[in-house]
């Protein structure tokens, strides 16, 4: 059964700062490409960011560029988004994303959610 955990999220006050973490079980972690997505009610999801299976490459969306940091350990099969200079405009619901794919075979999983509010 494959299961993706995130936890970190919360309450923060803008500038501060909290750190994700998605560990993963179910799965062969280590050739997973995994992602953040997050999204408001009423909005679509958004990608955050993305890094590579062996944690070589890392992309972010522009509005997190700078303040955000994507890593993982692929011994621990967890990964984790550190979000620092928070703004309000930054509180969603967090989901960790996992994705394999090789020729005409793909794998897509998905977690439950982590909240994350920034508000004073």
């Known amino acids: 059964q494959v299961q993706l955990v995130e936890s970190g999220g919360g309450l923060v006050q803008p500038g501060g700062s909290l750190r994700l973490s998605c560990a993963a079980s179910?799965?062969?972690?280590?050739?997973?490409?995994m992602y953040w997505y997050r999204q408001v009610p009423g909005k679509e999801r958004e990608l955050v960011a993305v890094?590579?299976?062996?944690?070589?490459?890392?992309k972010y969306a522009d509005a997190v560029k700078g303040r955000f940091t994507m890593s993982r350990d692929n011994a621990k099969n967890t990964v984790y988004l550190q979000m620092n200079s928070l703004k309000p405009e930054d509180t969603a619901v967090y989901y960790c994303?996992?994705?394999?794919?090789?020729?005409?075979?793909?794998?897509?999983?998905w977690g439950q959610g982590t909240q994350v509010t920034v508000s004073s």
């Open positions: 994303n996992a994705r394999w794919k090789a020729w005409n075979l793909e794998r897509d999983y």
């Open positions: 890094i590579t299976s062996t944690g070589g490459s890392t």
């Open positions: 179910g799965i062969t972690f280590s050739i997973y490409d």
